[in-house]
C-alpha cells in the first residue's frame, strides 16, 4: 500500500500525465472547428461543476467560514476563468507542444512566490532542479513550430504564458485551504464561481455547436478533457498538496512537454530524436531533485 507521501506524488504525476495528452485532445476539437475556445471551456466547466457536486454529497460535511468564500472567489479566477480562458483561446492560436513547453515557467514562480508568501525554504539542490527542468524545456521548444499557417505563435504563446501565471497564483491559493477542507469542498465552490464568471464569455459560442458533426474521437476528447483533465486533476492537485510543498507539486509541470511530445509521437504528429531524448532525461533530473525532502525540513 502507497504512504501519504508516495501517494502524493503519484497524484502529481497523473495530474501532469492528463493535462499533457490534453493538449492534442483540445487542439483537435478546436480546431478542428467542433467548438470554439470560450464554449469548450464554459462545456468543460459545466460538465465538471455538474460532477463536483454530485460528487460533494458523498464527501465529508464540512462548514465554510464565510471569509473563506472570499478565498474561494478569488482561487476561481486565478485558477478556473482566467487560467482556462487564457489557456484555450491560446492554444487556438499556437501548438500543443509550444503551449506544454510555455507551462513549464510555473515552477519557477511558484518557487519565488512560495519563498515570499508561504515561507518555503528555497534550497540550492531544487535551484539546480528548477534549471535542469527548465533548461530541458527550452530545448523542446525548438521542436515546436507550426504546420497551420493561420496559428498567431507570438498571441498564443503570451495568452499560454498569461494562463501559466494565473495557474502559478492559484496554486499559492488553494496552498493555504488544503488543510482546512477536504478537496471537495472548495473545489465544488471553486468550480461553481468559475462558472458563473465563464458563462458571459462562452455562452454564444456554446450555443453555436453543431453536435451532429461531433466524430466518436472529438466526443470522446470532450469527455477526456471534462472528466480527466478537469474534474480529476482539480482533485489530485489539492490531494497531492496535503503531503508535498507547493514548489514541489509545480515543479511536475517539467513532465509536461515531455509527456505532450510522447503523445505526439503516439498519435504520428511528431517523430523521436537524441536531441528530445536529452531534453527528456534533464527534465526527469530536474523533477527529481526539486521533490527531494529537505533534511532538516519534513514536509517534502
Same mark, same amino acid.
Given at each position: ?11 502529481? *504525476? ?8 490534453? *493538449? ?13 475556445? #470560450? ?11 455538474? /460532477? ?44 500543443? %507542444? ?23 525554504? %528555497? ?7 528548477? %534549471?535542469?527542468?527548465? /533548461? ?25 504564458? %498569461? ?17 482546512? #477542507? ?8 471553486? *468550480? ?26 472529438? #466526443? ?12 480529476? &486533476? ?16 509545480? &515543479? ?31 527534465? *526527469? ?16
Amino acid at each position: 500500500m502507497l504512504s501519504k507521501n508516495n501517494f502524493a506524488f503519484v497524484a502529481a *504525476f497523473l495530474v501532469q500525465v492528463f493535462y499533457g495528452v490534453t *493538449f492534442t485532445f483540445a487542439n483537435d476539437v478546436i480546431d478542428g472547428g467542433y467548438i470554439k475556445p #470560450y464554449g469548450f471551456i464554459l462545456l468543460r466547466l459545466f460538465g465538471a461543476t455538474l /460532477l463536483f457536486w454530485l460528487f460533494g454529497f458523498i464527501a465529508p460535511k464540512e462548514r465554510v467560514a464565510t471569509r473563506d468564500y472570499f478565498i474561494f472567489m478569488a482561487a476561481a479566477f486565478f485558477g478556473v476563468a482566467l487560467n482556462m480562458l487564457t489557456f484555450f483561446k491560446g492554444l487556438s492560436y499556437t501548438t500543443p %507542444i509550444h503551449a506544454s513547453v510555455i507551462m513549464v515557467v510555473v515552477p519557477i514562480l511558484v518557487l519565488l512566490m512560495s519563498a515570499f508568501i508561504l515561507k518555503e525554504k %528555497i534550497t540550492s539542490i531544487k535551484v539546480i532542479g528548477v %534549471i535542469l527542468g527548465l /533548461l530541458g524545456a527550452l530545448i523542446l521548444t525548438l521542436y515546436g513550430k507550426s504546420a497551420v499557417a493561420t496559428d498567431n505563435i507570438l498571441l498564443g504563446n503570451f495568452l499560454v504564458f %498569461i494562463n501559466a501565471v494565473s495557474y502559478s497564483i492559484y496554486i499559492i491559493i488553494i496552498k493555504q485551504l488544503t488543510s482546512k #477542507y477536504h478537496p471537495f469542498t472548495f473545489i465544488k465552490w471553486l *468550480f461553481l464561481f468559475g462558472l458563473l464568471m465563464v458563462v458571459p464569455f462562452g455562452y454564444t459560442e456554446l450555443r453555436e455547436v453543431v453536435w451532429v458533426t461531433f466524430t466518436p474521437y472529438i #466526443y470522446f476528447s470532450v469527455a477526456f478533457v471534462i472528466v480527466a483533465a478537469t474534474f480529476g &486533476t482539480y482533485i489530485l492537485n489539492p490531494l497531492a498538496l496535503r503531503q508535498l510543498r507547493a514548489s514541489t507539486v509545480s &515543479t511536475f509541470l517539467y513532465l509536461q512537454p515531455v509527456i505532450a511530445g510522447i503523445f505526439a509521437i503516439m498519435m504520428g504528429s511528431d517523430t523521436l530524436n537524441t536531441t528530445k531524448l536529452i531534453a527528456a532525461v534533464l527534465i *526527469f533530473i530536474g523533477v527529481y531533485l526539486v521533490s527531494k525532502p529537505n533534511k532538516k525540513v519534513k514536509a517534502v
